[in-house]
């Protein structure tokens, strides 16, 4: 069994070794100009103005937080359109062919996750959660 993983063993051995050697020749051999400049902080090319711990506004985290839900949730659309034939298929299935009935069981299944995510799309759009306008 173990033979089984060595050649993975061996690429990640390879690969951090390779990292190591490079970082180490980067820190030995590259030019080290130490200056006031160098050292300052760096924003974007301009000064930094103000305080960094400012405040962001909820709405931010809150558009945030829903872009993940809805990208998560979407996310389950490829798992079904691989086992759409499967799942829609009376019986089994024959070299990728379904001689039997079809189903609507794998369509309705879709239907009814999409009917839940237009209705919580509907209701944060409702709230005015998000918005653009």
Same mark, same amino acid.
């Given at each position: 069994?173990?033979?089984?993983?060595?050649?993975?063993?061996?690429?990640?051995?390879?690969? #951090?070794?390779?990292?190591? !050697? $490079?970082?180490?020749?980067? &820190? @030995?051999?590259? =030019?080290?100009? /130490?200056?006031?400049? +160098? *050292?300052?902080?760096?924003?974007?090319?301009?000064?930094?103005?103000?305080?960094?711990?400012?405040?962001?506004?909820?709405?931010?985290?809150?558009? #945030?937080?829903?872009?993940? !839900? $809805?990208?998560?949730?979407? &996310? @389950?659309?490829? =798992?079904?359109? /691989?086992?759409?034939? +499967? *799942?829609?298929?009376?019986?089994?299935?024959?070299?990728?062919?379904?001689?039997?009935?079809?189903?609507?069981?794998?369509?309705?299944?879709?239907?009814?996750?999409?009917?839940?995510?237009?209705?919580?799309?509907?209701?944060?759009?409702?709230?005015?959660?998000?918005?653009?306008?």
């Amino acid at each position: 069994m173990s033979a089984n993983y060595s050649p993975v063993l061996v690429a990640l051995l390879f690969s #951090a070794g390779f990292g190591g !050697v $490079f970082l180490a020749l980067a &820190a @030995f051999m590259g =030019p080290t100009h /130490v200056t006031a400049e +160098k *050292l300052s902080p760096f924003e974007c090319g301009s000064d930094p103005i103000g305080s960094p711990r400012v405040r962001f506004s909820v709405k931010f985290y809150q558009v #945030a937080i829903l872009f993940l !839900v $809805f990208d998560i949730e979407s &996310a @389950f659309l490829y =798992p079904w359109a /691989v086992l759409f034939r +499967k *799942l829609s298929c009376a019986s089994d299935l024959v070299a990728g062919i379904c001689t039997s009935g079809v189903t609507f069981f794998g369509f309705g299944e879709m239907l009814v996750f999409l009917a839940v995510l237009v209705v919580a799309l509907a209701y944060v759009w409702r709230k005015k959660a998000i918005g653009w306008a």
